[in-house]
């Protein structure tokens, strides 16, 4: 892998999908960590507030998310001193494809009262490759390394994921908005069946951090994912993520998905 980016910024508001967003289904579609991505960083930066911190970030896809020239809007739904509601919206053909809510709260001390978090998980050193393109495949597959845990099953998966890849090319993101853009993969990663054989996407994607995701060394940008998919009988799923770093958890995520036969 080369290094890249995923989109190219060609106004304001205006960016160019790379080859590198391409879904795993259709060649004519982004997948969805890119734009999350995209998405979480105008959430940051259009409205910028130093004192608060972006802690739960919902996503709705609303149709499909063409791999074309889009815009991104950015507004401020509920303001507020310490608690505030921002939405943005990638808006592709004059239609938003998707929509991002994003809570930002205050942030204080409260280290003495620390507690709760998940029990840790085995970092990317101690798991080998996976061979991802058995299952998966499109650009933005082929631009994110995987170590998966050999103890895995569908439906079952732990897994470190990075990518080379800047998300906006020629520009800084913060640690948030560079994990958040691997996040969605879990669906993916935590699969039942085989995509060739059965489709699962999600619709939405909603995360909740309850500590800012930190990186520390840009060489080891792993983002950890501790994935269970369930399937329902009424054509409907869940995939329940809890989110690490390499200093531990950091968050949980939920994907909803729809199911069918290929």
Same mark, same amino acid.
């Given at each position: 892998?080369? =290094?890249?980016?995923?989109?190219?910024?060609?106004?304001?508001?205006?960016?160019?999908?790379?080859?590198?967003?391409?879904?795993?289904? $259709?060649?004519?579609?982004?997948?969805?960590?890119?734009?999350?991505?995209?998405?979480?960083?105008?959430?940051?930066?259009?409205?910028?507030?130093?004192?608060?911190?972006?802690?739960?970030?919902?996503?709705? !896809? %609303?149709?499909?998310?063409? /791999?074309?020239?889009?815009?991104?809007?950015?507004? !401020?739904?509920?303001?507020?001193?310490?608690?505030?509601?921002?939405?943005?919206?990638?808006?592709?053909?004059?239609? /938003?494809?998707?929509?991002?809510?994003?809570? $930002?709260? /205050?942030?204080?001390?409260?280290?003495?009262?620390?507690?709760?978090?998940?029990?840790?998980?085995?970092?990317?050193?101690?798991?080998?490759?996976?061979?991802?393109?058995?299952?998966?495949?499109?650009?933005?597959?082929?631009?994110?390394?995987?170590?998966?845990?050999? /103890?895995?099953?569908?439906?079952?998966?732990?897994?470190?994921?990075?990518?080379? %890849?800047?998300?906006?090319?020629?520009?800084?993101?913060?640690?948030?908005?560079?994990?958040?853009?691997?996040?969605?993969?879990? =669906?993916?990663?935590?699969?039942?069946?085989?995509?060739?054989?059965?489709?699962?996407? =999600?619709?939405?994607?909603?995360?909740?951090?309850?500590?800012?995701?930190?990186?520390?060394?840009?060489?080891?940008?792993?983002?950890?994912?501790?994935?269970?998919?369930?399937?329902?009988?009424?054509?409907?799923?869940?995939?329940?993520?809890?989110?690490?770093?390499?200093?531990?958890?950091?968050?949980?995520?939920?994907?909803? %998905?729809?199911?069918?036969?290929?």
């Amino acid at each position: 892998m080369t =290094n890249a980016s995923y989109y190219r910024r060609v106004g304001t508001n205006s960016y160019v999908p790379t080859h590198h967003t391409q879904g795993a289904w $259709r060649e004519t579609e982004q997948h969805m960590g890119p734009a999350s991505g995209l998405l979480a960083h105008a959430l940051e930066t259009v409205h910028p507030r130093d004192d608060l911190q972006l802690c739960r970030i919902s996503y709705e !896809i %609303l149709g499909v998310i063409s /791999a074309e020239a889009l815009e991104v809007e950015v507004e !401020i739904i509920r303001p507020g001193r310490t608690i505030e509601l921002l939405e943005a919206r990638m808006i592709i053909n004059g239609r /938003a494809a998707i929509r991002a809510t994003g809570w $930002r709260l /205050a942030t204080s001390d409260t280290s003495p009262v620390t507690g709760g978090a998940p029990d840790p998980m085995a970092g990317p050193d101690d798991w080998p490759d996976w061979a991802v393109d058995r299952l998966w495949g499109g650009g933005y597959i082929n631009s994110v390394e995987f170590r998966v845990d050999p /103890a895995s099953v569908p439906g079952r998966s732990r897994a470190w994921l990075r990518t080379p %890849l800047d998300l906006v090319e020629g520009e800084q993101v913060s640690d948030l908005v560079a994990f958040t853009t691997l996040v969605d993969t879990a =669906n993916g990663v935590a699969a039942r069946r085989d995509p060739r054989q059965w489709a699962f996407p =999600n619709i939405d994607l909603t995360i909740h951090y309850f500590r800012t995701p930190s990186f520390r060394d840009p060489d080891s940008r792993w983002v950890g994912l501790d994935s269970t998919a369930i399937w329902g009988p009424d054509g409907i799923g869940l995939t329940s993520t809890a989110l690490y770093d390499a200093a531990g958890g950091v968050g949980r995520a939920e994907q909803i %998905l729809t199911l069918r036969p290929l």
